[in-house]
């Protein structure tokens, strides 16, 4: 766990964080321990199964739990008992309660599944997300390039992928952080499909702003 600001950032893993400073925040959960801890606001990014994990979903929701996600899965989560699902695409703005939730693109540029198909294609709307809590703004970026979208993301604390192959390599989230411009970037995307310590080191020794690699809790 590492405080910012008040903040308690934690990374489960994976693509896997929870934020928590008052209410709790939880972004794609996957291969997570049972916890009591329940999310007041769950993020899904997208629907690839290291990202959309029904199994784990159902450690962390409860009725309380209001989930934000696209389109392409809201259909299955509306059989939990939650308090809501709502349905976002990038360039919404969501207010619930005291925090916003901004939607932006997360997509690939030159990350391939077979010629002239990349992974997460743009037309797809797969999401990162701009959390503001208490006067700090939290960039999940999902599973994306360093897309010039991020030029101008307003964001204190970036969650950035650092492994390649799906996602931005070390080198691009060093490029993706100059673009941001966070006060602290925290690597992801590594150790449990693709990617290992080194990249998020690699990354460390790149990027010009303040890096933070945590431990999976």
Do not use: C
Not at 106 to 124: M, S, T
Not at 128 to 136: C, D, E, P
Not at 153 to 171: F, N
């Amino acid at each position: 766990m590492y405080e910012y600001q008040g903040l308690k950032i934690s990374w489960l893993g994976h693509d896997s964080f929870r934020i928590k400073n008052g209410k709790t925040i939880v972004i794609d959960p996957f291969k997570i321990r049972p916890t009591s801890e329940k999310a007041d606001i769950l993020l899904i990014t997208h629907e690839h199964f290291d990202h959309f994990s029904m199994d784990d979903i159902k450690k962390v929701v409860n009725e309380n739990t209001t989930i934000v996600t696209i389109p392409a899965v809201k259909k299955e989560l509306s059989s939990l008992k939650v308090k809501e699902v709502k349905g976002v695409k990038p360039g919404d703005k969501l207010k619930l309660g005291d925090i916003s939730i901004d939607v932006v693109p997360a997509y690939n540029l030159n990350k391939f599944r077979e010629p002239g198909k990349v992974f997460h294609p743009k037309e797809d709307g797969k999401a990162g997300y701009i959390i503001g809590i208490k006067g700090v703004r939290v960039y999940h970026a999902g599973d994306t390039d360093a897309i010039p979208e991020m030029k101008g993301l307003k964001a204190d604390v970036a969650l950035l992928p650092v492994s390649g192959t799906y996602v931005m390599t070390a080198d691009e989230a060093a490029q993706a952080a100059k673009m941001v411009e966070p006060k602290l970037a925290i690597p992801m995307h590594y150790g449990v499909i693709v990617g290992t310590e080194q990249d998020a080191q690699k990354f460390k020794q790149l990027a010009t702003v303040e890096v933070q690699i945590l431990k999976p809790e």
